[in-house]
Structures are given as structure tokens and as C-alpha cells.
């Protein structure tokens, strides 16, 4: 009898979970799953309130991914980030562009003459015109970001640019610029028509 009472009998199996975690929004998907699975039960389906809550944590990283790949398809001069530090999309650690180092050298007579008449106020506009007085100066055929910043420094534009090389890289996928070799970039003759388009 006490044999049969004994293979009959069940354990009860408890699992106490504490989390304390600050994190980025793009770590919220991962941490509900991980959330999910450990909070699911080990024979019985899960709860419908726990589904419930898992789906509502994914939708609003869902509508949070689409908001982000939404703005990135903006304006080049919206995704600039004039001065405005990124928001780390997981982790701690963020990557911080480094800013472009000014050329001594480079002799820029005339630029600042050359940039207030045109007074571009776009940043795509300013690259343009800087790569296309370059250009027609005999200076630089191809201009990188040192370039850029040089010129910027020289016509007095505001300089707080997080990431110099992304204004560019939108002037490549728009065919207004191309690549020359890693980090250098010419002018293409549509990017010349919009450099010539005046001041917007």
C-alpha cells in the first residue's frame, strides 16, 4: 500500500526568477523571450495571459523597428543628427564616429567667398558644392571627409555632425556621388545639376 502511495505521488516543482536589467529598446525582444522562456511552465502550455503580454512586449518592438527604419529613409539632412548623440540600439557601448581631421594644407582660398554666395543651407547641398569647388579648383577630384570638414571650417557651417561620411554615403544611393575607392568620393554629373540648383 505504501509502495503504491508512493510511485502515485507527485513532486511540486517551484522556481523563484528575480531580474533587474537597464537596457536599450533594441534588447527588449531578446529579453522577453528570454523572459518567456523561463517563466513557461514545464509539462503544462503556457498561460494565455503570459502569451498575451509576450505578444503586446514584441508588437511595440515591432512598431518601434518599423518607426526607426521609417525616419532612416528620410531626407538626408534628417538623417544627419546634427549634433544629436544616437540612441544605443543594444548594450552599453555605442559606437561614436570620429570627427574628420582638418586640413592645414589644403589651400581653400576663395571657398568662403565661394560658399556665401551660393549659401546652401541642405547639408547634402553643402557636401555637393564643396566636392564640385574642389573639383573645379584643381584641388581634389575625389573628396573624403577631411575634405568636407575643411570646407565646413573654412565657410563657418556648423560643424555638429555626428557621422561625416553618412551625408555621403546618401549622395552614392542617390547617384549624385560615387565611390572612388573606401572613404573617397567624386561627383557625378546629376550630383553636379543639384549642386547647381542654388541655395535649397
Known amino acids: 500500500m505504501a509502495g503504491k502511495k508512493g510511485e502515485n505521488a507527485r513532486s511540486n516543482r517551484i522556481r523563484f526568477i528575480m531580474l533587474d536589467a537597464?537596457?536599450?529598446d533594441g534588447n527588449l525582444t531578446e529579453l522577453t523571450g528570454a523572459?518567456?522562456?523561463?517563466l513557461r511552465p514545464i509539462h503544462p502550455a503556457p498561460k494565455?495571459?503570459?502569451?498575451?503580454?509576450?505578444?503586446?512586449?514584441?508588437?511595440?518592438?515591432?512598431?518601434a523597428t518599423h518607426a526607426q527604419a521609417t525616419s532612416e529613409?528620410?531626407?538626408?539632412?534628417?538623417?544627419?543628427?546634427?549634433?544629436?548623440a544616437a540612441k544605443p540600439s543594444g548594450g552599453a557601448c555605442k559606437y561614436k564616429p570620429p570627427i574628420p581631421a582638418y586640413m592645414p594644407d589644403l589651400d581653400m582660398t576663395g571657398f568662403k567667398d565661394y560658399a556665401a554666395q551660393r549659401n546652401p543651407k541642405l547639408a547634402s547641398k553643402r557636401f555637393l558644392n564643396v566636392a564640385l569647388w574642389l573639383r573645379d579648383q584643381g584641388k581634389a577630384d575625389a573628396i573624403t571627409t577631411a575634405h568636407v570638414y575643411t570646407a565646413y571650417r573654412t565657410a563657418g557651417w556648423p560643424t555638429n555632425i555626428r557621422?561625416?561620411?553618412?551625408?555621403?554615403?546618401?549622395?552614392?544611393?542617390q547617384d549624385w556621388m560615387r565611390r572612388v575607392k573606401t572613404g573617397a568620393y567624386a561627383l557625378t554629373p546629376l550630383g553636379e545639376a543639384q549642386a547647381a540648383k542654388g541655395t535649397q
Open 22 to 24: 537597464d537596457l536599450g
Open 35 to 38: 523572459i518567456t522562456q523561463a
Open 48 to 63: 494565455p495571459v503570459q502569451q498575451i503580454a509576450a505578444r503586446r512586449v514584441e508588437d511595440d518592438a515591432n512598431e
Open 73 to 84: 529613409e528620410q531626407e538626408i539632412e534628417e538623417t544627419v543628427g546634427k549634433g544629436a
Open 163 to 173: 557621422d561625416w561620411d553618412g551625408p555621403l554615403r546618401q549622395l552614392v544611393k
